[in-house]
């Protein structure tokens, strides 16, 4: 079907000018009418398409999830969700695991969605996991992937020992004994940042299935699809293996997604190597629906560890304001380095003292490169944001600063562990974001997931709901405090289609139901502002359409 017309729906268009329609018409990729069907001069080839007064909206974009992390998962031993009690009841499973599977079968054992309270006993470490499986390397991870325990094999396989550099100041790092010693306690995957476990691989000559395979990948893009989705950027990539699948699905014709990725800047001092990165990835892979245009950091770590940057200390270390792994002089100079590149960047950060470094550092270098007589252009995104001290919340919109933050968190179900660090004040505070949005900030919303257990958080119908009850899908949910921010529906909405378009830095082709952009949308089981609050998770994108292509449903 070339040239269509869909009539008789309920049409939120994401345009500001002309927020509703009744009809639209779409030839070929792109968007030709959108508005009163009473107003339409088409031709007569125009087939048309009864909506049934549906409502329509613009396909969800989701601009930070991790696609290649997820897709790296799908191999791995999926801990169940349920009450284990101790870290001792979770190695159990695994070495259950390690028998049912010899060593010839799974030479690593890559563990995953352990509760990360488990790990806070102190008896948990290297040689804990030795008790369990000491014949080939294990790795046991965290439900949010920020905490690890490994055992002795697999320190040994990566060459980490008591002469591998420690800087207690950042919040990616190997725990230590005395003596400089690795205990098995890795924070921010440290593994990975610092490709470690590349020497792992190469010495067991067997390498887990890829990113790079096109029937990984598209398991999760297909789900995406499911969920309404038509464009997601990619939390990070550690190598090139994540383009091979998805250029192999483009030249298939499956990838129906704007795909967007980035290398990750483990620190200052690998920030020329990172820019070179990605200028060398988006000179071979940019296309209409693959593009590198940015750079990842993690400024700091995060508030359930008690790595997350604060300006007041934690409650239970009057001494420990946590850790943030750059200074605001250096972030100064990679945002004009940045902006001399013409690269954006986005940037984990989840405490009050590393966003207000954000913007200082934002605001600095602004004023820098005025003074040298150019304009700054790039996008600056702070991911998750979920402590913002209230001087603080109305800068991002002068700076022009994105703010990306994931509403499935509002409802209560992610962070719990922050309040012993926190506080009952402080965790009361958390995800507050309705006068950074009044203040005229664009806020754009994701689901940050990493793994295949989580993909079904990655529905935005969900993330809507939540974020604008903030109770977790369910009768019993109590709402999370401060209940005052819950979002309204429309600024979620926007935050799904229109600002993630402006975050990604495809607004001109998508993000909203506009004459010339490109004909991506979805048809809704219900209508979003008639259904009762609790039930919207139940509304489906019944039909996607991807570029002018059904790629879900039927029309």
């Given amino acids: 079907m070339k040239k269509y017309i869909i009539k008789n729906s309920r049409i939120w268009t994401a345009d500001e000018k002309h927020p509703w329609a009744d009809c639209i018409a779409i030839k070929d990729k792109r968007i030709e009418y959108v508005g009163a069907y009473e107003d339409l001069n088409a031709d007569e080839d125009f087939a048309e398409v009864d909506a049934q007064g549906k409502m329509m909206i613009p396909a969800f974009l989701d601009s930070h999830t991790h696609v290649a992390a997820t897709a790296k998962t799908l191999w791995c031993l999926l801990l169940e969700k349920k009450e284990y009690g101790s870290i001792d009841a979770v190695m159990e499973v695994v070495k259950e695991y390690a028998l049912e599977h010899p060593k010839e079968e799974a030479p690593y054992i890559y563990a995953y969605s352990c509760p990360t309270y488990l790990m806070d006993v102190s008896y948990a470490d290297r040689y804990f996991m030795d008790q369990y499986i000491s014949d080939r390397p294990v790795l046991l991870c965290d439900m949010n992937f920020h905490r690890c325990l490994v055992n002795s094999k697999m320190l040994e396989l990566m060459e980490v020992d008591e002469t591998v550099e420690y800087d207690p100041s950042t919040s990616c790092n190997y725990g230590r004994f005395e003596g400089n010693i690795p205990n098995g306690i890795i924070q921010e995957r440290a593994f990975e940042f610092r490709h470690d476990i590349e020497k792992m691989f190469e010495k067991l000559n067997w390498y887990p299935p890829s990113e790079s395979d096109p029937e990984i990948l598209s398991r999760v893009f297909e789900k995406m699809t499911d969920y309404g989705i038509c464009g997601l950027h990619d939390g990070f990539s550690d190598s090139e293996d994540?383009?091979?699948?998805?250029?192999?699905?483009?030249?298939?014709?499956?990838?129906?997604?704007?795909?967007?990725?980035?290398?990750?800047?483990?620190?200052?001092?690998?920030?020329?190597?990172?820019?070179?990165?990605?200028?060398?990835?988006?000179?071979?892979?940019?296309?209409?629906?693959?593009?590198?245009?940015?750079?990842?950091?993690?400024?700091?770590?995060t508030n359930e560890l008690g790595t997350g940057a604060v300006l007041e200390p934690f409650v239970n270390d009057p001494n420990n304001f946590g850790k943030i792994n750059m200074s605001e002089e250096e972030l100064t100079q990679v945002f004009e380095r940045l902006n001399q590149e013409s690269l954006s960047i986005q940037i984990h950060l989840v405490g009050d003292r590393s966003f207000r470094t954000a913007l200082n550092a934002v605001e600095r270098a602004q004023e820098q490169e005025r003074k040298k007589g150019r304009d700054f252009t790039i996008r600056v995104t702070l991911l998750h944001c979920e402590l913002i001290h209230p001087d603080d919340r109305k800068r991002a919109a002068k700076l022009g600063v994105y703010i990306n933050f994931t509403p499935i968190w509002a409802g209560g179900a992610f962070g719990d562990g922050a309040k012993k660090y926190l506080g009952e004040r402080r965790y009361n505070s958390m995800y507050s974001f309705n006068e950074v949005i009044k203040s005229g900030a664009t806020v754009n919303f994701s689901a940050d997931v990493v793994d295949e257990e989580s993909l079904p958080e990655a529905e935005p119908l969900v993330g809507i709901q939540v974020g604008h009850t903030r109770k977790e899908v369910g009768p019993e949910s109590p709402v999370r405090e401060p209940a005052d921010e819950c979002l309204s529906l429309e600024d979620l909405l926007k935050g799904y289609t229109i600002n993630n378009a402006k975050g990604m830095g495809i607004a001109d082709k998508t993000g909203s139901l506009e004459m010339g952009k490109m004909a991506n949308l979805c048809i809704l089981s219900g209508n979003l502002f008639e259904t009762p609050a609790e039930d919207i998770h139940n509304i489906k994108a019944e039909v996607v359409i991807f570029e002018g292509n059904v790629v879900r449903g039927e029309l």
């Fill in 242 to 301: 994540v383009f091979a699948g998805v250029k192999a699905l483009e030249n298939q014709g499956r990838l129906n997604h704007y795909y967007h990725t980035m290398p990750l800047m483990a620190s200052f001092s690998d920030l020329e190597e990172t820019i070179k990165t990605a200028k060398e990835w988006a000179a071979k892979y940019n296309d209409d629906f693959i593009r590198v245009d940015s750079i990842k950091y993690f400024l700091d770590g």
